[in-house]
């Protein structure tokens, strides 16, 4: 019997211009699997020459690019999306290995990785100019969509497939050009896969280019470089911000998709089972590391002692190990300092008076489900974005008392509603200060056709269908005088 060869072997590497090659900064950076910190790759890091390279190699290659008929656009990104499908088990192994996800996570971000691309592949047909009324007799007005031209994206460790994908396919369908910067610790899954994937396709050289390095190697360089006109940026609030602050400085366009502290509010006629299952699921996949995972579980009062039972019940049976392994849910966390950190909001909420319903434990890299129940809203751990499988539990008394305890955190991307009345449920939902606000469902949802994004300190920008297709692109008007216009002096 014959084992089918690996696709992605030897993407440990820059892609620029076309061509697979080491960093020139001669630092060598390991790629560690987070589970049993074994050695997953080794990648020569970029120096800010090969910045300037890649920048130059998209310049180059976008003009040509936005000019490519719609037809052969939608061929390459068909062939990209027939390239992944055919791959997905190898895929779902470079996840498991390099991001720690479980099987079931890496296939749903194979999928949701594919929706997006799907997606992507209606806008080469999107970018058709319209035509507006005037009120000025005999003229037409003619809107035109082009492509911004250079994009920098930059993606996170937690959904290093997906979260790169979203921006990277998106914009390249709308005519531009990338250069792409994933997370060092998943730069295979978010960086070497992708760009194999367009290399097999047959997408034109220096339109997608991958750098892999560090904060020290480039610094704000890859930022502030005058090449790039747009930063696509997903991670944390801080470094969002600063991200921001140098983009403005250069009259870059930004979408900043940034942290969260999203709540999942629990009414008192809402079916307490189904809640319990959709709470479970949303804080529970992938450990938690997720920017939109169910981090605030309020429940109004009468309800509270019944779905913290069932609900302690259910996170102690979640099986836990090795990602790789089918049957488990909890896999590892992404690395240590992330660890430490988690350890740490446990101490201080123990501290600071919450009842621990569920003790859970650290397993090597895993840590298992924590339930801390009678948690107020001002204790830290209500207050931090965990990224993490601890669940907080919060009682309310009225659903005036949730909408406000929903609203009191800086972040405002997801949140979720349970209520049998899905009227109640819709104005409660329009009432909570979050992008996105999921009525009898948790908060870990990403749809390709709809605007996903926070507000406050969750970011600014939306992905999705026609709202990433605007941020992507630029508008310019054009006015035709189809006969002599007669001026008032």
């Given amino acids: 019997m014959t084992t089918k060869a690996k696709v992605f072997e030897g993407v440990n590497k820059q892609f620029i211009g076309g061509k697979w090659k080491e960093g020139t900064s001669g630092k060598v950076a390991t790629i560690e699997d987070p589970f049993d910190n074994s050695e997953f790759a080794k990648v020569v890091l970029a120096s800010k020459e090969d910045v300037d390279e890649a920048y130059n190699s998209a310049k180059r290659a976008q003009k040509k690019w936005a000019i490519t008929s719609k037809e052969e656009k939608v061929d390459v990104l068909e062939r990209a999306i027939r390239i992944m499908e055919e791959n997905k088990k190898e895929i779902v192994d470079i996840i498991a290995r390099e991001a720690g996800g479980t099987v079931l996570k890496g296939n749903l971000e194979v999928q949701l990785t594919l929706d997006i691309m799907n997606e992507a592949k209606t806008f080469p047909h999107r970018m058709e100019p319209k035509t507006e009324p005037s009120a000025i007799p005999g003229k037409e007005n003619r809107i035109y969509r082009f492509p911004i031209g250079v994009m920098s994206v930059i993606s996170p460790f937690n959904f290093p497939l997906n979260l790169s994908m979203r921006s990277v396919v998106t914009a390249i369908a709308a005519g531009n050009a990338v250069v792409h910067k994933p997370a060092l610790q998943t730069a295979i899954t978010g960086g070497g896969v992708i760009a194999k994937v367009f290399e097999l396709a047959g997408l034109p050289a220096g339109v997608f280019n991958l750098i892999i390095t560090s904060s020290s190697e480039t610094g704000d360089y890859f930022v502030e470089h005058p090449i790039p006109k747009f930063i696509s940026f997903t991670g944390s609030t801080e470094v969002g911000r600063h991200i921001g602050s140098l ?212 970011g600014i920008g939306r992905f999705g269908g026609e709202w990433v297709l605007d941020e992507f692109t630029t508008m310019k008007w054009i006015s035709v005088q189809k006969e002599d216009r007669v001026f008032p002096f």
């Fill in 247 to 458: 983009a403005g400085k250069h009259l870059k366009r930004v979408a900043l998709e940034l942290g969260g502290n999203s709540p999942f509010v629990v009414l008192k006629d809402a079916d307490v089972d189904q809640a319990v299952n959709a709470a479970i699921f949303g804080k529970f996949v992938h450990q938690g590391q997720i920017c939109m995972i169910v981090n605030r579980i309020l429940v109004h009062r009468d309800i509270y002692d019944e779905f913290a039972e069932k609900f302690t019940k259910r996170a102690s049976e979640l099986p836990y190990g090795d990602p790789k392994d089918s049957k488990n849910i909890i896999g590892p966390i992404a690395n240590e300092k992330q660890i430490e950190t988690i350890m740490g909001l446990i101490e201080t909420a123990k501290k600071e008076g919450a009842l621990v319903s569920l003790e859970g434990k650290r397993a090597g890299n895993v840590i298992t489900p924590f339930v801390f129940t009678n948690v107020t809203n001002d204790m830290t751990i209500a207050q931090s974005e965990i990224f993490g499988p601890l669940a907080t539990l919060i009682p309310f008394d009225s659903d005036e008392e949730g909408i406000q305890l929903a609203n009191d955190t800086e972040y405002g991307l997801s949140s979720a509603i349970f209520t049998s009345d899905l009227a109640r449920g819709e104005e409660f939902a329009k009432q909570v200060e979050s992008g996105m606000t999921h009525v009898n469902d948790q908060t870990v949802n990403d749809e390709p056709t709809v605007p996903f994004g926070g507000v406050k300190d969750s």
